[in-house]
């Protein structure tokens, strides 16, 4: 589904998780923020059914761009800073970034995700154990935050790597280039902060393994999704053998 406002809106339903079952559609959507939704993008929103929002944003990207969708609970569950927080702050200190020192902090981001944030990232797999309502999580851009968050979930469904890395390529055919006005960041630099790559996935589960011995480790310690949260995850979002 197209959605002018959000054009990385989209369900991670369809791939083939434990014992050969399929994630089920339409149930968990990630997106970009919602707060720039046509009258037309609400209405399609709408009418999947959606009840749930997880806010993974910022205080200031929360308060520069709310949700456009009023009715829906949303829930907030902060993580800071940005990538692109930390970058203006280098520039205005007058480092000058090349593409590779940005592929580097960007590794380091996500490296952080795992040591700093994990606390909420199993805030987001509480909410989603504690019902199946159809859910949307997202960020700023719905890239770093929510592909890590994406790739979690598909992988505590048994989704393959290869798949959970399709789903988090999938952006860089999605989002537009950010504006080099806008950030004061050199067009270089801003064409990695506009895409993904898999470097900065793997950062993430290098450390979740050197941190916690292996991602079911992290599941249980980190995310506090241990054998009986996990069969309940599998029994709400994969489809019946």
Known sequence: MQVSGAPNFRHIGGYTGHAGRRVVARRIFRSDHLGALTAEDESRIRALGLRRVLDLRGVAEREAAPCALASLTVHSLPIEP??????SELI???????PNEVVAHMQHTYRRFVRNSTHRFAELFAHLLASNEPTVFHCTAGKDRTGLAAAL?????????????????L???????????????????????SRVQPEFLQAAFEVIVLDHGGFDTYLR????????ERD???ELYLEPA
Do not use: C, F, M
């Open 153 to 169: 979930i598909l992988r505590s469904l048994g989704v393959s790597e290869d798949d959970v890395l399709r789903d988090y390529l």
């Open 171 to 193: 952006t860089n055919e999605r989002l537009k280039p950010l504006e080099a006005s806008r950030h004061g960041l050199d067009p270089s630099v801003l064409t990695v902060l």
């Open 221 to 228: 310690d980190g995310l506090r999704v241990g054998s009986r």
């Open 232 to 234: 309940r995850l599998r």
């Open 82 to 87: 940005t990538i692109v927080q930390v970058l």
């Open 92 to 98: 205005a200190a007058g480092h000058q970034l090349t």
